[in-house]
């Protein structure tokens, strides 16, 4: 039996937590920077023309290669925010129709600046064939350290995506718990358009949640920082001590500076 196609706009894919820390609706969620005019034009100039399309094909290898040996259905699987101080990891699993050059452009969300990040992160939930979204939270980081913490957010975002995929290309070295044949790729962000547009859909949802977790520990810059490592963000351990959001497990965040 065919599987219908479900949109990932009408999904909520991150759902609230057990302590109600992380807004229930805190998922994907489209912004306004597309319907403003936001265009091409806006991107790097590293990404028109010639060079443009020599990087688009570039980073079709691997999905060149995977389609050919029978799976049409190629799922790229990224995660944000391994490395931050508070907050969860959230990873996300992407199936991108990648032969339209459509996503031409996309590129490891380290690579892009905010703007290009929202308009890729618009036109990715626009154009994809599926889009899941996998979070763990900060107590669980601790417990289970960062490594598995976000194995397990990159497992739960290709278990929750809307379409099944035929085949996963995981940023890493590392292979995630699916039955679903799989490759990890190590820097797969900058290898793979699938993966790079997980990426993308990873951090923007990350960045957009802890904007919205900042209103409600004001005394911490999440907005600004993201929940990263910057002098600004232990100052305001050092001055406020750890919240709930807090991995108390890293270091510096228990005993500030």
């Known amino acids: 039996m065919s599987q219908k196609k479900r949109s990932p706009r009408s999904r909520n894919l991150l759902k609230g937590t057990s302590n109600n820390v992380i807004p229930a609706k805190a998922g994907i969620q489209t912004s306004s920077r597309r319907k403003s005019g936001t265009s091409n034009e806006t991107l790097d100039s590293r990404f028109r023309g010639n060079d443009k399309s020599e990087v688009f094909k570039n980073l079709l290898e691997f999905e060149v290669q995977v389609k050919s040996q029978g799976y049409p259905k190629i799922a790229g699987v990224d995660e944000a925010g391994r490395g931050c101080l508070a907050g969860p990891v959230i990873a996300a699993c992407v199936i991108l129709p990648w032969e339209e050059e459509t996503f031409s452009g996309v590129n490891d969300s380290k690579q892009l600046t905010p703007n290009q990040r929202d308009y890729f992160y618009d036109l990715i939930l626009e154009k994809a064939i599926g889009v899941g979204v996998g ?46 044949p799989q490759k990890p790729i190590i820097k797969g962000d900058c290898l793979s358009l699938s993966i790079a547009a997980a990426s993308i859909v990873a951090k923007v949802t990350r960045d957009r949640l802890m904007i919205r977790l900042g209103e409600k520990f004001p005394q911490f810059g999440f907005a600004k920082h993201k929940g990263y490592a910057t002098k600004q963000h232990y100052k305001e351990i050092k001055n406020n001590g750890p919240t709930c959001l807090h991995r108390l497990t890293f270091r510096g965040v228990v005993h500030g500076l």
């Open 135 to 180: 979070l763990v939270e900060a107590n669980e980081i601790d417990r289970i350290n960062i490594l598995r913490a976000s194995l397990k957010a990159m497992t739960t975002a290709v278990q929750s995506c809307s379409i099944n995929p035929d085949f996963v290309l995981v940023d890493g070295r590392e292979k995630i718990s699916v039955s679903i």
